[in-house]
């Protein structure tokens, strides 16, 4: 009795003696189904890497952008690994606020990622954020519905188009809203759809002068057709409704169509979640002739705050969940069709992936299709397509976002909106110094 109390003893010590040495790094992200969901696995990294333990802070997109910027930039020290968009890389990577990601491991294999989305996580050739998945934006769309419409969906409709079908769609008796589209407030949501919206319509933030645009016609047409596509066709309390809840109300069938995020497409054809999963139809964002897509362009990915005192642990967790492997570990464990989209030439290479995912060459052709170094039909001074790459764009993103969602809801008018964005632009670029 003794030695089997001497052994517990000795084998607890040693256990504390291992938790004390264990280094354990903190990781902020989002909570959407594909991080959730790596979260689950990370038993596969923690079994590798048995000195590392991993603490998470999950929260909603806007809390998670305003948690970990305000962290960064007061040099906080609170994470050691930031979930963080395409638009924060360049900008923070030139404030030496982000280490280089250039330990990532020989079989990593950083050439594999799809040019598109590395060019926009990397400055003068280091890359600064690796991705966890990839995105544009496109239409999804209920086959069954189009086809009770007595319509057929084109591979590329025009915004004309969308507005028919959504008409047609609509059935208020029987809960199915003809489209579905952001409201919330916030530059990573609402404006995220409106700005790609908007280029479509020839709308643009600013001139090549910084002059904001919002005075101007394309963005009364972009706005107006927005509210008023809502307004008739669009579920009710759409001002409050950001990609989570529209994502619920499509797998809930309440949805005729959808444009939003391609990585969307994995959920709404998953019949575990959807309800609507065999009748999920694809196309790109729909244009007006003019030249662009409403589409976007778009990763979340892995990046390490240059203050963290546990840069090797952090890089290695961030190998490890953009690696081949996470993806091949997901396949095993959910099927092809759930892996992380949008990052990887050689998924859209995989025959597996190909026949498992419907959406899969929708997908490429929706994030190549986006050119966020010529965004806009008139020239511009800025790149980014569903946001405008400078710091100031954060907050006044957001303001914008307040307003436009305050005109779906009616609390004011279109026309009452667009000035009050144009005010608020014209206040940041003039005290930011890019017009007197």
């Not at 008409?167 to 809203?177: E, F, I, L, S």
């Not at 396949?331 to 998924?347: D, F, H, I, M, Y």
């Not at 569903?386 to 914008?400: H, K």
């Amino acid at each position: 009795m003794k030695l089997r109390t001497l052994t517990l003893g000795l084998l607890s010590a040693s256990t504390l003696a291992f938790a004390a040495h264990a280094e354990s790094i903190t990781i902020a992200t989002v909570n959407n189904g594909d991080m959730v969901r790596m979260q689950k696995l990370t038993e596969d990294f923690t079994k590798a890497n048995p000195d590392i333990q991993l603490n998470w802070v999950t929260l909603e997109e806007n809390v998670l952008r305003e948690r970990v910027t305000t962290d960064i930039a007061t040099k906080g020290g609170q994470y050691d690994v930031m979930t963080i968009g395409t638009y924060e890389v360049p900008i923070w990577a030139k404030q030496s606020w982000l280490l280089p990601l250039d330990k990532l491991g020989d079989d990593y294999d950083a050439k594999d990622i799809i040019p598109a989305i590395a060019g926009g996580l990397s400055v003068d050739g280091k890359l600064y954020a690796a991705p966890f998945y990839g995105e544009s934006s496109f239409v999804m769309y209920r086959k069954d519905l189009m086809e009770k419409a007595g319509l057929k969906m084109p591979d590329a409709p025009t915004w004309d188009f969308i507005k028919q079908a959504a008409d047609k769609m609509t059935d208020r008796a029987n809960g199915v809203n003809g489209v579905c589209l952001r409201g919330k407030a916030g530059w990573g949501e609402n404006m995220a759809f409106l700005t790609a919206m908007s280029n479509s319509f020839g709308a643009r933030w600013f001139d090549e002068n910084w002059k904001p645009q919002f005075d101007q016609p394309e963005w009364k047409n972009t706005l107006q057709f927005y509210v008023d596509l809502m307004k008739a066709d669009g579920p009710e309390g759409a001002s409050s409704n950001g990609f989570n809840e529209n994502l619920a109300l499509f797998q809930q069938g309440k949805c005729g169509m959808w444009i939003d995020a391609t990585v969307a497409a994995s959920f709404v054809s998953d019949p575990k979640n959807s309800t609507v999963a065999d009748k999920v139809g694809y196309a790109l964002a729909p244009d007006n002739g003019l030249g662009k897509r409403g589409n976007w362009l778009w990763a979340w990915s892995l990046a390490i705050p240059a203050g963290t005192q546990k840069a090797d642990a952090a890089e290695k967790f961030v190998s490890w969940a953009t690696s081949k492997h996470y993806a091949e570990l997901v396949a095993s464990k959910e099927g092809w069709a759930n892996v992380p989209p949008g990052t990887r030439s050689s998924l859209y290479a995989n025959a597996e992936y190909q026949k498992a995912a419907p959406f899969a060459k929708m997908t490429l052709d929706s994030i190549n299709a986006a050119d966020p170094t010529h965004p806009t039909v008139k020239p511009v001074p800025y790149v980014g397509v569903q946001f405008v790459a400078i710091p100031e764009f954060q907050g006044l993103g957001t303001t914008v976002g307040q307003l436009f969602s305050a005109a779906l809801a009616g609390q004011s008018s279109v026309d009452d909106a667009l000035k009050q964005a144009q005010d608020a632009a014209t206040a940041a670029m003039t005290e930011g110094g890019y017009i007197k």
